[in-house]
């Protein structure tokens, strides 16, 4: 019997590491950066053409890693995507911008706010593996229908 222990540190090749830290992971680009996404994480990107619980695809993948294969783009991934769901958008926090001149009275002070879109990660999809398909609703038993004849 293996026990684990949780207070150790995971080492890169034992069991522990492999179960508890890796998952699928990409690497896309969106707006000019590059972020570093897995399934269920929610990334605030540069703002997009989307609205609140809009389905979003990012198709510009560099990298994908799942467990011992990476895929390296070259410069992107043929057929792989991410899609992502919208959660709407944000304004972070109020940058400073302070122009001054020494010995000329003059100083100007403006105020920027970067507007961003939070994203939702939903799937990685990986290219040549088969799309995972929602889960279709059973239908119901079809009854045969019995006449008074017997028929």
């Not at 991934?77 to 010995?103: D, F, M, W």
């Not at 403006?110 to 593996?129: C, E, F, K, S, W």
């Not at 088969?130 to 045969?144: G, I, L, V």
Request: proline share 4%; aromatic share 6%; net charge positive.
């Amino acid at each position: 019997m293996l026990l684990l222990d949780s207070s150790e540190p995971a080492q890169a090749g034992s069991i522990l590491f492999r179960t508890r830290w890796f998952k699928i992971y990409a690497i896309v680009e969106t707006g000019g950066k590059q972020y570093k996404v897995t399934s269920g994480q929610v990334v605030d990107v540069d703002r997009m053409d989307a609205y609140d619980g809009d389905t979003v695809e990012l198709d510009k993948v560099l990298l994908i890693a799942d467990d011992d294969k990476v895929t390296v783009g070259k410069p992107t991934v043929e057929g792989a995507k991410v899609t992502a769901t919208c959660q709407g958008e944000n304004r972070s926090a109020k940058i400073i911008v302070l122009h001054y001149k020494p010995k000329t009275r003059y100083h100007k002070k403006n105020g920027h706010r970067q507007t961003y879109t939070r994203l939702v990660i939903n799937d990685i999809v990986v290219p040549g593996a088969p799309a995972a398909s929602k889960p279709r609703r059973r239908k119901k038993a079809e009854t045969e229908e019995v006449t008074e004849d017997g028929a």
